[in-house]
């Protein structure tokens, strides 16, 4: 069964460093979708994007975070400088058109110390 | 504005013994709800989806636009049960909302 990955699994950063957090949507999905959890809180919606752009953003989603998808296969999260307050399990996710399920990857914890 | 309310962060019950899990929520239009669960160091996982009425691993959860409400049951709770449980809605393509989760701990 196609899975989204994540990579890496776990990301130990400097605060004010920059990160990138790499994801593998299922191949025919169209839509994709991050969100952020913070330890002992809920999943929290941060971006989607459709068609080459975002379609959507949260509040969260200041000018610190950009995503991209470089190519056919990769759909990245950057978070330019870090804080401590970024500190979460981020979920990539991918969806496809006529079906409002989506699919989790298996996350990626970021630590910023 | 549009909200998913677990009131429960921890429920345990014993082996055998029914689980209702609760979900309330607040949304503008016709929302479309779901339950996903977390096994321990696992992803978020689809269990159910109210439109398609299934029966998933024994759960069930019927949508009640009167009350709002989207709760998870199961008639008799298995070890195999224990992870935590997300009621979650979307009301378009473009994202979900999450409430904050309730860890079911089925006790031997």
């Known amino acids: 069964e196609p899975e989204v990955t994540q990579t890496p699994s776990h990301q130990v950063t400097q605060m004010g460093q920059e990160v990138i957090l790499r994801c593998v949507p299922i191949s025919n999905h169209l839509y994709f979708y991050w969100y952020r959890q913070i330890l002992g809180q809920k999943v929290e919606f941060l971006v989607s994007?459709?068609?080459?752009?975002?379609?959507?953003k949260s509040e969260i989603f200041d000018d610190q975070f950009s995503v991209e998808r470089p190519d056919g296969s990769n759909f990245t999260l950057k978070i330019r400088s870090t804080k401590l307050e970024d500190s979460a399990m981020y979920f990539c996710?991918?969806?496809?058109?006529?079906?409002?399920?989506?699919?989790f990857g298996q996350g990626t914890r970021l630590t910023v110390v | 504005a549009q909200r998913v309310t677990q009131p429960e962060k921890l429920l345990s019950v014993f082996k055998g013994a029914p689980v209702e899990l609760k979900c309330n929520y607040s949304?503008?239009?016709?929302?479309?709800l779901f339950w996903y669960v977390q096994y321990s160091r696992q992803r978020l996982q689809l269990l159910l989806r109210?439109?398609s009425r299934e029966s998933i691993k024994g759960f069930t959860a019927d949508l009640n636009k009167g009350e709002t409400s989207f709760h998870l049951k199961k008639p008799f709770a298995q070890e195999e049960d224990s992870a935590m449980y997300y009621c979650a809605l979307t009301g378009n393509f473009n994202k979900f909302y999450f409430g904050s989760g309730t860890k079911l701990n089925v006790k031997p």
């Open positions: 949304y503008s239009g016709s929302p479309e």
């Open positions: 996710a991918s969806g496809n058109w006529g079906d409002t399920e989506a699919f």
């Open positions: 994007f459709y068609n080459n752009e975002i379609s959507e």
């Open positions: 109210h439109i």
